[in-house]
């Protein structure tokens, strides 16, 4: 979605666009969207500076990371961000970033894209380790059958906790 700088009034405007997973580049192996992507935004504008205020919010299809089950996942996410014009930018590789380079973007000529954005919030939100339930049992490490449809007859043999020796020594 590209917005034109010189349209953006000094109160801002409203932004409301679904975007789909081509459009914001989003491959199959990247993620599953089971839903097209609603944004929701403020863009305010303050000289050459932009602000982004909005929300996010679309539908997923993520691999379960204990039973590896596929679940649906609900993104309904803020975000901020601001753009300022590429001459803004330092190059000096000495300076060390600080936290509120984090949310700072570039950009060049009379056009801000900002599917970039909306595609990196999206991954940003997607869990480090998705569960497709909190108590999910996982997989049996012998057989391999999916505990949470079946428990399977397995004896799973105890190993040695190295960390027994230390445990003894708090009791």
Do not use: W
């Not at 753009?83 to 973007?105: F, G, N, V």
């Amino acid at each position: 979605m590209k917005i034109i700088v010189s349209k953006i009034p000094e109160e801002g405007i409203e932004v409301h666009s679904r975007e789909n997973a081509k459009t914001l580049a989003i491959s199959p192996s990247d993620l599953i969207l089971t839903d097209d992507v609603q944004i929701d935004a403020m863009i305010r504008r303050e000289g050459e500076i932009f602000f982004v205020d909005g929300t996010i919010k679309t539908a997923l299809l993520l691999p379960c990371n204990r039973c590896a089950e596929e679940f649906a996942f609900t993104i309904d996410t803020l975000f901020h961000c601001h753009e300022e014009p590429m001459s803004h930018a330092t190059t000096d590789s000495d300076q060390s970033l600080r936290k509120r380079d984090m949310d700072i973007d570039h950009y060049a000529g009379e056009e801000i894209e900002i599917n970039n954005l909306i595609r990196e919030q999206v991954l940003l939100s997607v869990p480090m380790h998705p569960l497709c339930k909190p108590d999910c049992l996982g997989l049996c490490p012998k057989c391999g059958q999916n505990l949470n449809i079946n428990k399977c007859n397995c004896v799973i043999e105890e190993t040695a906790n190295p960390f027994q020796g230390i445990k003894k020594l708090f009791e």
